[in-house]
């Protein structure tokens, strides 16, 4: 298996820019989540789906922050208009969630966002 | 409080000793616990989960935990330098909303010193 992807690797953008981040999960996990690392405040989680339902958003930090699963291989995670303090990395993780067990979470690669 | 706790480090271990990384987090209605291993500019992967009060061993890891003091911790016996990484406990929550997340600990940063 594949495993997660993610991409783009690296991102370096503008203040004010639409960033779009983009993940696949692995076949069959039926658990998607996004989560934000940074230095200062370890790893966060901002979202996670459920069969391509948004379950909790409670982590998502402001409004200029979006997600969507159209289908079980896809999912983006949009930052409008993006800002410096944006800048972390992005991981996406899924999981087979059996029996409705989001235990076993594997991570993607990463996106390195940098907001300039 | 946060949630999940740990030191920060670093910890620095000589090879073949054993490494101890601690844990500690505040909802006493969690049930599962694991721990993650990221080393420096990778994803964090899953090496051990522990559901029970006790040892759980995986070949030179070993997960303890006592529900009642809060704890948990890692052991890494014959530490190696491959073992060096940032190690992240997570214990699974129930969020105000009903649902159940992972909630992850900044990480102890283990060195092991050949």
């Known amino acids: 298996d594949a495993g997660v992807i993610q991409s783009p690797r690296h991102e370096v953008t503008e203040m004010g820019q639409e960033v779009t981040l983009r993940c696949k999960p692995i076949s069959g996990h039926d658990y998607l989540f996004w989560y934000r690392q940074t230095m200062m405040r370890g790893l966060e989680l901002l979202i996670y789906?459920?069969?391509?339902?948004?379950?909790?958003d409670s982590g998502m930090p402001e409004d200029r922050f979006s997600a969507k699963m159209p289908n079980a291989s896809f999912s983006t995670l949009k930052i409008q208009p993006s800002e410096p303090r944006d800048s972390a990395v992005y991981f996406c993780a899924s999981s087979p969630g059996l029996a409705g067990d989001i235990d076993e979470q594997y991570f993607g690669p990463g996106t390195r966002l940098t907001v300039t | 409080q946060k949630e999940v706790e740990q030191n920060s480090g670093p910890l620095s271990v000589p090879e073949g000793a054993i490494a101890s990384l601690n844990c500690t987090y505040s909802?006493?209605?969690?049930?599962?616990f694991f721990w993650y291993r990221q080393y420096s500019g990778k994803s964090p992967e899953l090496i051990m989960s522990i559901y029970s009060n006790g040892d759980k061993e995986d070949g030179r890891f070993t997960a303890q935990l006592n529900k009642a003091s809060q704890y948990v911790s890692l052991l890494i016996r014959d530490s190696q330098p491959s073992d060096s990484a940032t190690y992240l406990c997570?214990?699974?929550?129930?969020?105000?909303?009903?649902?159940?997340?992972?909630?992850f600990g900044t990480g102890t940063r283990l060195t092991i010193i050949p």
């Open positions: 997570a214990v699974r929550v129930i969020t105000n909303f009903g649902n159940e997340k992972l909630t």
């Open positions: 789906f459920n069969n391509n339902v948004p379950i909790d």
């Open positions: 909802d006493r209605g969690s049930q599962s």
